[in-house]
């Protein structure tokens, strides 16, 4: 997990993992403004190949939180 500050002096934080394509495709396009995370895919370097690269962010928080954030996110994005 890596955090950042962007422009406007906000931290955020960012966790990179690979995940079949099909469950990224569903966290992708999950709403997760609610608690302020988001997923995208980041790296599809073969159409073909089952796996891609997902970055989860969230906003600033603790690190027990953005934990909790990702666990939230997955729960409700694959629902």
């Given at each position: 997990?890596?955090?950042?500050?962007?422009?406007?002096?906000?931290?955020?934080?960012r966790?990179?993992?690979?995940?079949?394509?099909?469950?990224?495709?569903k966290?992708?396009?999950?709403?997760?403004?609610l608690?302020?995370?988001?997923?995208?895919?980041?790296?599809?370097?073969?159409?073909?190949?089952?796996?891609?690269?997902?970055?989860?962010?969230?906003?600033?928080?603790?690190?027990?939180?953005?934990?909790?954030?990702?666990?939230?996110?997955?729960?409700?994005?694959?629902?």
């Amino acid at each position: 997990m890596t955090s950042e500050t962007n422009h406007t002096n906000q931290t955020y934080h960012r966790h990179r993992f690979s995940c079949p394509r099909k469950v990224a495709t569903k966290l992708e396009a999950y709403d997760g403004s609610l608690i302020e995370s988001s997923c995208k895919i980041i790296q599809d370097i073969n159409p073909e190949s089952p796996n891609v690269l997902v970055q989860f962010s969230t906003s600033q928080c603790a690190k027990q939180t953005v934990i909790q954030r990702l666990a939230t996110f997955l729960i409700y994005a694959l629902q």
